[in-house]
């Protein structure tokens, strides 16, 4: 989700920049509601698990988009099914461009021996590259944010009628999972902040996340607090978008609600683990200081991992250098 959704400042400079450009944004259809209101921009549903499954399914998805008059190809993925159909469109003679994901940088940032620390360049930039490319220069030093969104009467049955109207309330939004445990700051750390925030009566605190257990942690972490929601599982995808578009801050992993928050152009923390900010996976535009890291001095092998997915022995407790105290210190100076 995280990929996808750093794609979405792109594209809606992109479509300001390069107006009556028309964008067919391929992916799967749960990620739809991402790209609403982006003008220029229809979203085209891969079914990669029916229609356009396997080989002969992709093969298909190049027939289907092949037929929409397409005459130049961005590939932002650059994975086993984006490369066989920007291969079939190029020797079609359709104009192709692919993102450079870095591979080789960032094996030199995460290796263990001579290790290369040094801030790569953001996925925001590569991806802006790949539109170069084809020949549309996009600039993302002014970034366009959409509007908030208008919350629905179950959106607001479910978090208060006064939230977010009430003079003086702030809206936290808290994102406490990720793809993998590595990136994830550990519960009982991330229980102080919750109670320490929500000591505060101003603050009304959102936890986000999906799937059972994770619904199921937070009903825990929220129990007998009445300015502590859980949203996770009670709100459609898009619903939920709209929620984030008005929070005042989201404290996040490095992971896709992060990128969610930011791309609405909400304050984003971030805590981070195994990875770091300088594979280029920070939310978009978030200043260096709204992400706090795990200690190099005590984990100087860090980061492990661009995406966490590496477990390394001795390494299990290195996101407790992230004091609870600091996430707080950060959430409520950025408040103010």
Not at 5 to 26: C, E, S
Not at 114 to 134: G, H, Q, S, W
Not at 199 to 227: A, D, P, R, V
């Amino acid at each position: 989700m995280g990929d996808v959704a750093m794609t979405v400042p792109v594209l809606r400079a992109l479509a300001a920049q390069h107006p009556g450009v028309k964008i067919t944004l391929v992916s799967r259809q749960f990620y739809k509601p991402l790209f609403e209101n982006i003008p220029y921009v229809k979203f085209f549903s891969a079914h990669v698990h029916h229609r356009h499954k396997g080989f002969l399914g992709v093969f298909r998805l190049y027939k289907d988009l092949k037929s929409k008059g397409v005459t130049e190809i961005a590939d932002l993925h650059n994975v086993l099914r984006s490369k066989i159909i920007r291969t079939l469109f190029s020797i079609s003679g359709i104009k192709t461009a692919t993102v450079d994901k870095g591979r080789a940088e960032k094996a030199g940032l995460t290796r263990f021996k001579n290790k290369i620390f040094n801030p790569l360049p953001t996925m925001f930039e590569r991806y802006a590259k790949v539109f170069e490319k084809l020949g549309f220069s996009v600039d993302l030093s002014n970034p366009i944010f959409p509007s908030k969104g208008i919350l629905d009467d179950g959106i607001i049955s479910l978090i208060g009628e006064e939230i977010p109207l009430a003079i003086g309330k702030k809206l936290i939004g808290i994102a406490p999972f990720a793809q993998y445990d590595s990136k994830v700051y550990p519960l009982d750390l991330m229980q102080e902040v919750i109670d320490q925030l929500a000591s505060t009566k101003t603050h009304k605190i959102l936890l986000f996340g999906g799937g059972k257990k994770e619904m199921e942690i937070l009903n825990s972490i929220s129990k007998g607090k009445e300015n502590v929601i859980t949203i996770a599982g009670k709100l459609n995808f898009k619903q939920e978008l709209q929620l984030i578009s008005n929070l005042d801050i989201m404290l996040s992993m490095d992971s896709g609600n992060g990128h969610i928050a930011a791309m609405q152009g909400v304050k984003v923390i971030t805590l981070w683990g195994a990875t770091h900010p300088y594979t280029g996976f920070s939310p978009f535009r978030q200043p260096f200081e709204n992400a706090l890291i795990s200690d190099r001095n005590l984990f100087p092998k860090l980061p492990t991992s661009v995406y966490g997915n590496k477990k390394v022995a001795g390494y299990e407790n290195a996101m407790r250098t992230i004091l609870p105290k600091t996430v707080v210190k950060k959430i409520t100076s950025s408040l103010k």
